[in-house]
């Protein structure tokens, strides 16, 4: 039973969208190796480095250009988008920018970059507000207990964002736990590409 299972579960996989993989410099496809394994995802490396963002702005822009750049590469229209650490935020920007491209985000242990400035967090939240497309946060937690901040502060402020802890997993989770990872990433693009499929019903609907 437990083969047979195994066999949906993969048929299902494979009609699925592509999970392409967002890193912040080179050697995409070896951090997400557990989840090329398991998912079958594609990785790709966008040559910029998110942790001079908060001395260069442009720094953002650029990443954002490049992964725009990766995700419309392999020409089968918009695709599930997997980002970990500070290449969370850029994916997040590029939902938020280019909805057309992505189906859902997928974010492991997101790091965010905190200044000072309140007009800048606020222009952060508002950004937030906008991404309209099915979100997956997922943190890791170490000591029971112990939350990631900036994780809580995407998924809180994402309207369709779903906030997910692994108990007892160091940083980060889609390395130290990629069988747990996995298993919440291939249920929720599942979930959202049913959502995607619904949504032109409900328009016809609405105009009805």
């Not at 369709?160 to 693009?189: K, L, M, Q, Y």
């Amino acid at each position: 039973m437990a083969d047979a299972d195994a066999d949906l579960l993969g048929a299902e996989r494979a009609a699925a969208r592509p999970i392409v993989c967002l890193h912040t410099a080179p050697g995409a496809a070896d951090w997400f190796d557990q989840q090329h394994e398991d998912l079958d995802v594609v990785a790709r490396d966008v040559p910029a480095d998110l942790a001079t963002v908060a001395a260069d702005p442009g720094s953002l822009e650029s990443w954002v250009e490049g992964a725009v750049t990766a995700v419309r590469s392999g020409g089968g229209g918009p695709v599930h988008v997997l980002a970990t650490g500070g290449a969370a935020y850029g994916a997040i920007v590029l939902a938020a920018r280019h909805p057309e491209l992505v189906v859902s985000l997928l974010l492991g242990d997101p790091e965010l970059v905190r200044t000072a400035d309140t007009r800048a967090e606020g222009e952060r939240a508002e950004l937030l507000r906008t991404v309209g497309v099915p979100t997956l946060v997922i943190a890791s937690a170490p000591e029971l207990g112990h939350g990631n901040r900036d994780a809580q502060t995407l998924a809180g402020g994402i309207d369709n964002a779903v906030f997910v802890i692994i108990d007892g997993c160091r940083v980060p989770a889609h390395r130290e736990r990629g069988s747990s990872f996995n298993e919440w990433v291939s249920s929720f693009t599942i979930i959202a590409e049913g959502l995607m499929a619904l949504a032109p019903q409900r328009q016809e609907d609405v105009h009805a």
